[in-house]
């Protein structure tokens, strides 16, 4: 089947004045950035509405990249036909012999810009309406509740034809809300919260700390690899790489065993936090749930809290992890994080992790070590990558062993 056009459906019932077009326009830059290796496609924004050309370009291809856009609610692929009632006709029975299951009800809503159109819309409608009920067995009208609305719309430029309604992902097209940096490890978690702030707008960096060459390069690409699932909903997906293992050595030295996470949690944030401030961004996003682990308790949420001042997002905290698990599967990142290979946490997790921290201990190891320095090295040894749908980064590649704290 040959289509014209995407339309293309937004929330705009919430949306006022400006804020309006920075959502449209934003929203059309997105749908841009995911159809770049389609150059015949065109996103354009005309009779208040956005459409993709398509120019010929493969429909489904164009479909499921639109499905991965946030804010689109839903999409109608559509033909274009002449302006003779023969052709919208036939145009109207193709397009409704391609809805699968074919529908058992019906109706025909026409809208008429074009006033010189020679039929009024109740005509077209009649006359459309008979024909798809001659030419389909089975088939019946059904005003109120029918399995198919065939839209037929009449412009100067052409009559446009549809009724395959498809779901969006909803959301808010990303970068409407500003700017966060996440937390993202290689395990199932982080990637959904950091898929679910970029759903409500945010454009999304992300912050990786590794102890490579204690942690594999295998554990690294699965980093690599979870940006670029998380890539296809934004365009791009960047990830600052942070050394870690300078840190986690001054921990060692320092911290009783049972407070390790909580310390290195610590250090987390606050290197988040430094780096936010550089990206001018204004949250911080997390994978937390509240109690699945010994540092997600309340109590050592609020002993890690207390080094930062930015907000800190944290989507899943509510959710169970069977329901996160779906998500994943969803969004096309769970295969990755469940790859075996330890990220640096993993290997730094103490025998009896404090499940309720004491901030007095965190803060008496913290006395005796150069915060302030050891957060400056670890982001002056900071590599960023940028992951895009098509980027093929290794982790081999990124030459880890040239970072100076390793070699000190
Ligand atoms: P995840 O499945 O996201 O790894 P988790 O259940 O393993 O989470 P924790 O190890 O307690 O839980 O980590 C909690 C959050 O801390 C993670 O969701 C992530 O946001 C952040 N985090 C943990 N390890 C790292 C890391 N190596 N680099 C960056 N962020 C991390
Ligand atoms: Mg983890």
Redesign the pocket.
Known sequence: MHYDYILVRYGEIALKGKNRYRFEDRLVQNIRNVLKDLPQAKVTKTFGRIYVELNGSPYEIVIERLKKVFGLISFSPVKKTGLELEQIKTTALEVIEQLKPIPKTFKVETKRPYKLFPLNSPEVTNEVGGHLLRNIQGLKVDVHHPDTTVMVEIREEGVFIYSEVIKGIGGMPAGTSGKGI??????????V?SWYAMKRGLLVEG????TYPLTTEESIQKVIDLAQALSYFSGQFKVHMVP?LEIQKEIKTYAPESHN?TMM?RF?FRIAERLAERRGALSL?????LG??A??TLESMYAINQVVHTPIIRPLITMDKLDIIEVAQKIGTYEA?IRPFE????LFVPRNPATKPSIKIAEKAESYMDIDQLVEDALANTRVITVTPHSKIKAKDLLFTDIKVFTK
Do not use: K, M, N
């Open positions: 996440a937390l993202l490890s290689g395990g199932i978690d982080s990637p919260s912050i990786h700390f590794h870690f996470i949690r987390f996003i997390t994978g937390e749930s699945q682990v540092s997600q994080s990220d640096c946490c993993s």
